[in-house]
């Protein structure tokens, strides 16, 4: 084909968002490159794998279909791609950057002596890949020197899926050869570790705390302009990790996505993993020491300052208003 | 069984407050008068293979390998002093412009003579966060993986791992040792060094590699073509003037215009 090969993650439920953003992304590559655009993903003839495209349908669709690929694991996927890869030869191959992508893709990109071009939040002429450094401080341009498919995986929420959906294409059917003893791994059923008592997705506003806060003793400061607010608190990941609040408080890739009204980030630098939980938000305010810190980017109010001083004058400044 | 032997790969990245500038070819920062320290989430795959290394309670190994410049070598002490019994430095003058793949080959050379029993990485780095080298080095020592692990033991047949997979979910994977784990931070709480630990770090062995003897250099897959400064994606309003008067402001902002209060 040696086209660009869109891959869908297997989801219970059919095409996910993630995919429909691998998509768009694929599309802002084929603007590019003049390049057509296949889908391939890892599913049975009975799931609704490519039921549905946002925008144009893809000019093929190939679903990779094997009894010891109805769980995900690392060794079967690689596998499977792999073997599928070979076959239509695409000059790209675009993943979502999901958990299960950043688990085999770097596997499978290694077997073509190719290395994934990870995380990606724009795709520029040339084709050049914009990613993110130093946990959001800088963005890196990255270049495929061509000789062999250019592997890369997109990062949730920077494209945007456009357009009308409905579009149909012809869906071919790949049988990949594996044997069971290629399969080294055996995963359990995913489970949640507690049950979530806390619903941060429906709160209207939420004040999420970061290590700039530097120890659990400071933690009243916050809960103290929560209060005042009336909102939720939440945390980034440091600071549950460190056991100052519990896991379910946690705002993220790895914890909770959040959608409030006012967002105030207190001490949160920006790592990314932090930002895709809070993109939702329709006002964030950023209260952080460092001038330069990413979490201003995405900000719609900042105050470049101490949080010691800042949080009580806040808190009390609430009060006062109301 | 054999004793346990478990290598621990470490980076060594900027400290996380270290005031960045991109360098003057704009192809990576300007380290000069850099702060540096050891990756977190490679801290906490060193904590778990100490762990693991108690836990067995037979006579086992933990190695710390790094890849990097000299200054490297000030993260392969602490690793020494927190608890690993000997460390490979492979010196390395241009780690920032090899792809994540040579890297992961540089890596692999050093690990595959120590035929390990385990091999811990952190899940990514905090300069270049690909979050690719164990799932690669993985791939180049033709063992198998779990990436994203929390929590580890060694089982009669191999391992027991906990993965954490998205949005507060996470599941139980079995797999054969040797074996290559990408550790997730927060598993566990990290240890730290004692002064005996620094002392006897002194004299543990460091063992130094020139990364030239480990293979041949051969293309890059991938070009890291230029740094630049993120765009900004909002136009952020910056309250300034004393606490007070900063929150003042922004509380007036929330209430009249963004209505959010």
Redesign the interface.
């Given at each position: 084909m040696s086209g660009i090969l869109v891959v869908q993650e297997a989801r219970k439920d059919g095409n996910t968002r993630a995919f429909q953003e691998t998509l768009a992304a694929g599309r802002v590559l084929a603007g590019y490159t003049g390049l057509e655009i296949e889908a391939a993903g890892v599913g049975d003839s009975n799931s609704n794998l490519f039921a549905e495209f946002i925008g144009p349908p893809p000019a093929a669709a190939h679903a990779i279909e094997h009894p010891l690929l109805s769980r995900y694991t690392?060794?079967g996927y690689?596998l499977a791609f792999e073997q599928l890869i070979r076959k239509l030869q695409p000059a790209y191959a675009v993943f979502p950057h999901?958990?299960q992508a950043?688990?085999?893709v770097?596997?499978l990109?290694?077997?073509f002596?190719?290395?994934?071009?990870?995380?990606v939040t724009a795709i520029e002429s040339g084709p050049?890949f914009v990613r993110?450094?130093?946990?959001?401080?800088?963005?890196?341009?990255?270049?495929?020197?061509g000789g062999?498919p250019?592997f890369v995986s997109i990062q949730s929420g920077a494209f945007r899926p456009d357009g009308t959906s409905g579009g149909v294409t012809t869906i071919d059917h790949f049988t990949p050869e594996i044997d069971a003893a290629q399969i080294?791994?055996?995963?359990?059923?995913?489970?949640?570790?507690s049950a979530?008592t806390v619903d941060l997705g429906s709160a209207q506003?939420i004040v999420g705390v970061g290590?700039g806060i530097k120890d659990a003793a400071n933690l009243p400061l916050v809960q103290d302009l929560a209060s005042a607010?009336g909102a939720e608190l939440a945390a980034s990941?440091?600071i549950?990790?460190?056991?100052w609040l519990p896991?379910?408080r946690?705002v993220g890739?790895?914890?909770?996505?959040v959608a409030p009204?006012?967002y105030v980030a207190a001490g949160i630098s920006g790592a990314?993993q932090h930002l895709v939980g809070i993109k939702g938000s329709?006002?964030?305010?950023?209260i952080n020491k460092?001038r330069?810190a990413?979490i201003?980017?995405?900000?719609?109010?900042?105050?470049?300052?101490?949080l010691f001083?800042?949080l009580?004058?806040?808190t009390?400044?609430?009060k006062?208003?109301k | 069984m054999t004793d346990m032997k478990i290598i621990v790969a470490i980076k060594q990245v900027?400290e996380?407050?270290a005031?960045?500038r991109?360098d003057s070819a704009a192809q990576w920062?300007g380290e000069s008068g850099l702060r540096y320290a050891m990756n977190e989430p490679d801290a906490y795959a060193l904590e778990e293979a100490l762990r693991l290394k108690e836990s067995a309670g037979t006579e086992g190994e933990v190695v710390a390998v790094s890849a990097g410049p000299e200054r490297v070598g000030t993260t392969l002490r602490e690793a020494l002093a927190k608890g690993a019994d000997r460390a490979i430095h492979i010196v390395c003058g241009d780690l920032a412009s090899r792809?994540?793949?040579?890297v992961?080959r540089l890596l692999a050379a050093a690990i595959q003579p120590e035929n390990p029993s385990l091999v811990l990485t952190g899940l990514q780095s905090?300069?270049?966060?690909?979050?690719?080298t164990g799932?690669?080095l993985?791939?180049?020592l033709g063992l198998?993986?779990?990436?994203?692990i929390v929590q580890a033991e060694m089982t009669a047949t191999g391992l027991k791992v906990k993965?954490?997979?998205?949005?507060?979910?996470?599941?139980?994977?079995?797999?054969?040792a040797p074996a290559v784990l990408t550790i997730?931070?927060?598993g566990n709480?990290l240890r730290y060094a004692t002064l005996m630990g620094i002392k006897r770090a002194k004299t543990k062995p460091v063992r130094t590699l020139a990364a030239a003897d480990l293979g041949l250099a051969?293309?890059?897959?991938?070009?890291?073509?230029?740094?630049?400064?993120?765009?900004?994606?909002?136009s952020?309003?910056?309250?300034?003037g004393?606490?007070?008067e900063?929150?003042?402001a922004?509380?007036e902002?929330?209430?009249f215009e963004?209505k959010?209060?």
């Amino acid at each position: 084909m040696s086209g660009i090969l869109v891959v869908q993650e297997a989801r219970k439920d059919g095409n996910t968002r993630a995919f429909q953003e691998t998509l768009a992304a694929g599309r802002v590559l084929a603007g590019y490159t003049g390049l057509e655009i296949e889908a391939a993903g890892v599913g049975d003839s009975n799931s609704n794998l490519f039921a549905e495209f946002i925008g144009p349908p893809p000019a093929a669709a190939h679903a990779i279909e094997h009894p010891l690929l109805s769980r995900y694991t690392s060794d079967g996927y690689v596998l499977a791609f792999e073997q599928l890869i070979r076959k239509l030869q695409p000059a790209y191959a675009v993943f979502p950057h999901s958990y299960q992508a950043r688990d085999f893709v770097p596997r499978l990109a290694t077997r073509f002596s190719q290395a994934l071009i990870s995380d990606v939040t724009a795709i520029e002429s040339g084709p050049a890949f914009v990613r993110q450094l130093f946990q959001g401080k800088m963005n890196a341009v990255y270049r495929h020197p061509g000789g062999g498919p250019c592997f890369v995986s997109i990062q949730s929420g920077a494209f945007r899926p456009d357009g009308t959906s409905g579009g149909v294409t012809t869906i071919d059917h790949f049988t990949p050869e594996i044997d069971a003893a290629q399969i080294r791994t055996r995963p359990g059923d995913p489970f949640r570790a507690s049950a979530q008592t806390v619903d941060l997705g429906s709160a209207q506003r939420i004040v999420g705390v970061g290590r700039g806060i530097k120890d659990a003793a400071n933690l009243p400061l916050v809960q103290d302009l929560a209060s005042a607010l009336g909102a939720e608190l939440a945390a980034s990941r440091p600071i549950c990790d460190n056991g100052w609040l519990p896991m379910e408080r946690q705002v993220g890739s790895s914890g909770q996505t959040v959608a409030p009204k006012l967002y105030v980030a207190a001490g949160i630098s920006g790592a990314i993993q932090h930002l895709v939980g809070i993109k939702g938000s329709q006002c964030i305010v950023a209260i952080n020491k460092d001038r330069d810190a990413p979490i201003f980017e995405v900000a719609d109010y900042g105050i470049a300052g101490d949080l010691f001083e800042v949080l009580p004058a806040l808190t009390a400044a609430v009060k006062k208003a109301k | 069984m054999t004793d346990m032997k478990i290598i621990v790969a470490i980076k060594q990245v900027p400290e996380r407050d270290a005031p960045l500038r991109i360098d003057s070819a704009a192809q990576w920062i300007g380290e000069s008068g850099l702060r540096y320290a050891m990756n977190e989430p490679d801290a906490y795959a060193l904590e778990e293979a100490l762990r693991l290394k108690e836990s067995a309670g037979t006579e086992g190994e933990v190695v710390a390998v790094s890849a990097g410049p000299e200054r490297v070598g000030t993260t392969l002490r602490e690793a020494l002093a927190k608890g690993a019994d000997r460390a490979i430095h492979i010196v390395c003058g241009d780690l920032a412009s090899r792809d994540a793949l040579a890297v992961a080959r540089l890596l692999a050379a050093a690990i595959q003579p120590e035929n390990p029993s385990l091999v811990l990485t952190g899940l990514q780095s905090e300069d270049l966060g690909q979050g690719q080298t164990g799932v690669i080095l993985a791939e180049l020592l033709g063992l198998p993986h779990a990436s994203l692990i929390v929590q580890a033991e060694m089982t009669a047949t191999g391992l027991k791992v906990k993965r954490e997979l998205e949005e507060g979910w996470f599941q139980f994977i079995e797999l054969p040792a040797p074996a290559v784990l990408t550790i997730q931070s927060g598993g566990n709480k990290l240890r730290y060094a004692t002064l005996m630990g620094i002392k006897r770090a002194k004299t543990k062995p460091v063992r130094t590699l020139a990364a030239a003897d480990l293979g041949l250099a051969s293309a890059p897959a991938v070009i890291l073509d230029q740094v630049t400064l993120p765009q900004k994606q909002k136009s952020t309003q910056m309250l300034s003037g004393s606490a007070e008067e900063a929150a003042a402001a922004l509380v007036e902002k929330l209430k009249f215009e963004a209505k959010v209060l």
